[in-house]
């Protein structure tokens, strides 16, 4: 009997210990998906003039669709790193996703301030793309620190790519989106480099064209709702 309340003990703290990641993990997602989240960096467009005259009605909708996928790309980061962080054993490793995370939160909420700015609302999808992406940040988080990192990497590789091919279909005109999608250009190459710089392995060919394909289904769609 002596032996056995330890073991309860611990098992106890344990489980406690996971219900409380699940609330905090829970109460992160609403704050998320209901923009609630502030970024702590100042917005890169502060400061530059407001475009409500430079831009037309057709230029102002196709900017609502790219900065919409953008948001979308930072509601699934969001999701991605932080289902990856609540099963990754690794604390180096476990530090590095939330700091990446956090970063991100800044990109959210610029995304969501220039689509209010433009009259636009975030996709309806949201919460389905937030659910996948932990799901699947949650199953890669198990694979070990290389492939967890890896993941990382990968990921912010493509969204480099998103984000060069942004700057080019964005209105000359749309100073403001363009300012904040430089920013979080620059951010996603020192998170990839980071991941990189701490053991990332390659991922193999088939997981990259899934990711890409999961993407092109993700960007196609967010762009219209």
Known sequence: MQDSVPKFASGFVRRHGMFDAVIAEADMALQVLSGAVSAKRPNPAKGLTPDAQDLDAAQKTHAAGLMRVNHVGEICAQALYRGQS???KDLACRELLLDAAAEEVDHLAWCGQRLSELNARPSVLNPLWYAGSFVLGALAGRSGVAHNLGFMAET???????LDSHLERLPLGDE?????????KEDEIKHRETAEN?????LPAPVKGVMRAVSRVMTTTAYRI
């Open 86 to 88: 609540i099963v990754c």
């Open 156 to 162: 912010e590789r493509q969204v480099e790519a998103h």
């Open 176 to 184: 403001r989106s363009r300012a904040i999608v430089q920013q979080m």
């Open 198 to 202: 701490h053991g990332a392995s390659v």
